[in-house]
């Protein structure tokens, strides 16, 4: 156990005014000039001999009695400095004997001093009573607390499905996909429990010494947002669905929606297909008709030159032979078996055997496996990576595989700059027109009401160009740097890429000219560089 600490104490004699030090016991903390100096100070004793008192305490043993003027103050009661912590948590009160002929302070003493320096809560008199028994000088006595704030937590939404649209279908050792087990659709039966809640709890609030209010810190509520087919527990903390079918979240609220099974083929019989759930169709969809779904679409058969529009995914467990008009697209993910003369975009990433001749666009992953694993000519986008095992073919078909940059943001910047052509095209144009009819005006020529008029709707239409080009260049600036500034994306070929390939990343082309084995290739600033797999 650490013994007192050093302290000090000023006698008042005939001839002037001492301090006597007295020296720590064993484990206790020495003298400090500037905790000496500072009491000085608040005593309104400024001139003495500091040499002195420094050597004092420097060479002190026991005790030691130093004279520090010739002027004979007044009696100094025990005097107790305040301090109060940054984040008024506690205040720290720190004892200082009173001279010769001084007075010791009392309980209400104490809490008066404390109340003078902004105390005003968790005055701990148990302490205070306990020094007033034991005085320890030139120590930290801690004599008032604050009551902390109990803080509390966020709500949380525990979903229990799948919400994760990225997962992959399972693949074979042999590469090809498993449509068996695909589970990348999140199917619930009726009483299925979807989503629990653990409630906000927003704490407690707290007092700090000065007696000021400390809030906890802020959380965040949550509730449960659902749609039609789901039931919510009278409490407000469960969800649970009240048909079989597929369950969604979408922008925070679960979806439960009806599969449309269609047991046959989707032609004539059927017409065209609109559903606000998943569609699932056993047979073929064909030449001609359309499949549109808010939720995914899965075929059975072989799509031909067909329009399918999922607000989730696309799953063809054969593939598409799209006869140069069929067209997919998923606002999510997009299996197939294989894909033949279509044009297909997906939101998400894109699985299958085989491509040819084919335009395919997707804003995540192009894979392009099984045992086959090959593409030839058509177009290959992707924002991300494309991944094949043979490109083009011996007879060097054009081929192009396009990285680094999301499909869609490409097309609309492709798009602005015909329409910021158009725009100048037009405006120019209108421009002419008025500098003409001005200048008939200027050298005096009669102008009809109806040019006037005529005049009056050209300058509209030209204030609503320069309107028009104004937001178009600035979108056009900001895709530009997008495009110009995205050095990602790669292009992995797992065995062969034949001449007749074209390769982009980002804006940065390269042209296949010699067979190339086992090659990935990246953008290296200017350039594409080409690394062995």
């Given amino acids: 156990m650490s013994g007192r600490n050093a302290y000090f104490r000023l006698l008042i004699k005939d001839d002037g005014t001492y301090i006597k030090l007295y020296n720590a016991e064993p484990g206790g903390l020495p003298l400090i000039y500037d905790e000496i100096s500072n009491y000085l100070i608040d005593k309104k004793i400024y001139e003495y001999d500091k040499i002195e008192l420094g050597r004092g305490i420097a060479n002190l043993k026991q005790t030691a009695e130093i004279k520090l003027t010739s002027v004979k103050i007044l009696p100094q009661d025990e005097y107790v400095k305040v301090t109060i912590d940054e984040d008024r948590m506690y205040a720290v009160c720190r004892f200082y004997p009173p001279s010769t002929g001084g007075n010791h ?46 803080q509390g937590r966020d709500a949380v939404i525990t979903y ?35 989503a629990t809640l653990t409630p906000v709890d927003y704490g407690k609030p707290g007092i700090d010494v000065c007696g000021k209010v400390i809030k906890p810190n802020k959380v965040n509520n949550r509730v449960l947002r659902h749609g039609n087919k789901v039931r919510m527990s009278e409490d407000g903390l469960r969800l649970y669905s009240e048909v079989d079918g597929h369950v969604t979240l979408t922008d925070g609220r679960v979806f439960v929606s009806d599969t449309y099974e269609i047991p046959a083929d989707v032609d004539s019989s059927t017409g065209d ?32 030159g067909a329009y399918l529009e999922a607000g989730g995914q696309i799953i063809l467990r054969r593939g ?20 033949e003369n279509a044009e297909v975009i997906a939101g998400g990433y894109i699985n299958t055997d085989s491509i040819l001749h084919s335009r395919v666009s997707a804003k995540g992953d192009v894979v392009v496996g099984g045992r086959r694993g090959f593409v030839t000519g058509g177009i290959i986008r992707s924002g991300t990576l494309i991944s094949v095992k043979t490109s083009g073919s011996h007879m060097g078909t054009n ?11 490409l097309d609309e910047f492709r798009e602005l700059e015909k329409t910021i052509a ?27 009401f109806d040019k006037l008029e005529s005049l009056k709707q050209i300058t509209q239409s030209s204030i609503q160009i320069n309107t028009q ?65």
Avoid at 163 to 190: A, Q, R, W, Y
Avoid at 274 to 301: L, R, W
Avoid at 424 to 448: F, H, P, W
């Fill in 320 to 339: 598409m032979q799209g006869m140069n008009k069929g067209i997919l697209k998923a606002y999510g993910n997009i299996v197939s078996k294989f894909i």
């Fill in 160 to 194: 229990h499905f799948n919400t994760d649209l990225t997962m992959k279908p399972k693949t074979n050792e042999d590469g090809s996909v498993d449509f068996h087990t695909l589970d990348i659709i999140s199917h619930c039966k009726k009483g299925d429990l979807l």
């Fill in 399 to 409: 081929t192009v595989l396009e990285v680094g940059i999301d499909p869609g943001v």
């Fill in 273 to 304: 297909v609109i559903y606000e759930g998943n569609v699932v169709v056993k047979g073929n969809v064909i030449t001609g008709f359309s499949v549109k779904a808010k939720g995914d679409i899965e075929v059975y058969g072989v799509v031909e």
């Fill in 105 to 150: 302070l009392t309980k209400d003493g104490i809490i008066s001093a404390m109340v003078q320096a902004g105390v005003k809560y968790g005055v701990d008199e148990t302490k205070i009573l306990q020094y007033l028994k034991d005085r320890k000088y030139c120590s930290d006595y801690v004599l008032a607390k604050a009551t902390p704030p109990i």
């Fill in 422 to 448: 158009h725009l100048k095209s037009e405006k120019d144009r209108i421009n002419q027109t008025i500098a003409t009819v001005r200048k008939r005006l200027q050298s005096g020529s009669n102008i009809t």
């Fill in 469 to 533: 080009l104004k937001e178009a260049t600035e979108r056009y600036d900001i895709l530009k740097h997008e495009v110009e500034g995205n050095i990602s994306g790669s292009i992995q070929v797992h065995d062969t890429v034949y001449p007749g390939t074209k390769i982009v990343i980002s804006n940065v082309i390269y042209y296949v000219r010699d067979v190339l084995k086992h090659i990935k290739f990246i953008r290296d600033r200017a350039d594409i560089k080409l690394i062995p797999l």
